[in-house]
């Protein structure tokens, strides 16, 4: 499956942010989807995840009750929407994927994910 992320811009802190991650491929509804970040300096980390069918969602500590990730099968289409957004949450945004056979994952580790997408910038400014 190949991944393109888009939707990335200059936001102000406390604004808000859509996300948008297209994927090719048939079997779109059959991977689990996972969205994460790397700041200048600083070490790639997990966002969010979401499985196959969209009934569970895992956020990382820094953005929960702030971003919500979704998806649209329809569409093969994962987001991220990002409210409330902070100088921290400027980085690099990347969507990942992997297929989700049994569900039974730990969702943010990034070596579970086979395939990336090239990222999108956010920047967000005070």
């Known amino acids: 499956v190949q991944l393109q992320a888009s939707g990335g811009g200059l936001v102000q802190a406390g604004g808000s942010l859509r996300l948008s991650c297209a994927a090719s491929?048939?079997?779109?509804?059959?991977?689990?989807l996972g969205w994460f970040r790397q700041a200048p300096g600083k070490e790639r980390e997990f966002v969010a995840a979401?499985?196959?069918?969209?009934?569970?969602?895992f956020y990382a500590d820094s953005v929960k009750g702030r971003f919500t990730i979704s998806r649209d099968n329809a569409k093969n289409t994962v987001y991220l929407q990002m409210n409330s957004l902070k100088a921290e949450d400027a980085a690099v945004y990347y969507c990942?994927?992997?297929?989700?056979?049994?569900?039974?994952?730990?969702?943010?580790?990034?070596?579970?994910?086979?395939?990336w997408g090239q990222g999108t910038l956010v920047t967000v400014s005070s």
């Open positions: 990942a994927a992997f297929l989700d056979y049994s569900g039974s994952y730990y969702y943010a580790l990034q070596s579970q994910y086979d395939y």
């Open positions: 491929g048939r079997t779109f509804s059959s991977y689990a």
């Open positions: 979401i499985n196959w069918s969209g009934d569970r969602t």
